[in-house]
């Protein structure tokens, strides 16, 4: 597994070269999942998905996992004695594979600190609306719309950001922005935003692979390209 790089300027994240090995954390349907195959199926990221994880059997991300070949695993909150125990299996199980990259894709867990500490700057997540607004515990799903919806907000759209132990707070990589029409539902809005999260997710994976996100504190920087990093 890479390792993050420390440059002076701040700590460079991803890697620069070859292939990565990515593991998608999945709970549902996955479509973010299957946007990240036909990126790596297209040659746009330079990468594969090396194994997806689900906390349900009942998933159809994992009938996309099959499909395309990918080696898929079940782990099921409620046969793990607390959150500590289930994490410490998700590591092992991901270190298995050689994941360079983690990716949430609809993943329905809060990842204990002790996970986030141990892979930190190598987990991302994508959110369906603009962060830090509409985020939080609590906030998926059709509700992140309904909020959107009920807030009277003129621009919505979704996050790609790298995880850290607050939920939904970690450091910014991505965003897009999709404006909110008079007539919307939560349906027509969440479609709308569907449609950008699939092209957003593998751009920021595009941009882990090539060395090109550099994260101080909070805040993430998107290098030209990866010779940037390097402190003259």
């Given at each position: 597994m890479t390792d993050a790089v420390a440059q002076s300027r701040g700590r460079a994240v991803g890697r620069s070269g070859g292939l990565i090995g990515i593991g998608v954390l999945v709970s549902g349907g996955g479509t973010n999942l299957q946007a990240i195959l036909d990126a790596c199926a297209r040659g746009e990221i330079p990468g594969r998905v090396v194994v997806v994880a689900s906390t349900t059997a009942?998933?159809?991300?994992?009938?996309?996992a099959r499909q395309a070949g990918v080696p898929a695993v079940v782990l099921a909150p409620w046969s793990f004695p607390d959150r500590q125990t289930y994490d410490a299996r998700l590591a092992e199980v991901l270190q298995a594979h050689d994941v360079d990259l983690i990716c949430l894709a609809g993943f329905l867990r809060?990842?204990?600190?002790?996970?986030?500490?141990r892979f930190?700057?190598?987990?991302?997540?994508?959110?369906p609306a603009l962060l830090p607004a509409f985020g939080g515990v609590g906030m998926y799903g059709p509700h992140v719309h309904e909020t959107v919806l009920a807030s009277g907000a003129k621009i919505s759209g979704c996050t790609v950001h790298f995880v850290d132990e607050t939920p939904d707070g970690g450091p910014i990589i991505l965003q897009a922005a999709v404006p909110v029409q008079d007539d919307d539902s939560v349906e027509s809005l969440a479609a709308r935003i569907a449609e950008q999260e699939h092209h957003l997710y593998p751009e920021a994976i595009r941009l882990f692979a090539g060395g090109r996100l550099q994260m101080n504190g909070k805040r993430v920087r998107i290098t030209r390209d990866a010779a940037e990093l390097v402190p003259s």
């Amino acid at each position: 597994m890479t390792d993050a790089v420390a440059q002076s300027r701040g700590r460079a994240v991803g890697r620069s070269g070859g292939l990565i090995g990515i593991g998608v954390l999945v709970s549902g349907g996955g479509t973010n999942l299957q946007a990240i195959l036909d990126a790596c199926a297209r040659g746009e990221i330079p990468g594969r998905v090396v194994v997806v994880a689900s906390t349900t059997a009942k998933a159809y991300a994992l009938v996309r996992a099959r499909q395309a070949g990918v080696p898929a695993v079940v782990l099921a909150p409620w046969s793990f004695p607390d959150r500590q125990t289930y994490d410490a299996r998700l590591a092992e199980v991901l270190q298995a594979h050689d994941v360079d990259l983690i990716c949430l894709a609809g993943f329905l867990r809060i990842l204990t600190a002790a996970f986030v500490d141990r892979f930190r700057g190598r987990i991302m997540n994508i959110h369906p609306a603009l962060l830090p607004a509409f985020g939080g515990v609590g906030m998926y799903g059709p509700h992140v719309h309904e909020t959107v919806l009920a807030s009277g907000a003129k621009i919505s759209g979704c996050t790609v950001h790298f995880v850290d132990e607050t939920p939904d707070g970690g450091p910014i990589i991505l965003q897009a922005a999709v404006p909110v029409q008079d007539d919307d539902s939560v349906e027509s809005l969440a479609a709308r935003i569907a449609e950008q999260e699939h092209h957003l997710y593998p751009e920021a994976i595009r941009l882990f692979a090539g060395g090109r996100l550099q994260m101080n504190g909070k805040r993430v920087r998107i290098t030209r390209d990866a010779a940037e990093l390097v402190p003259s």
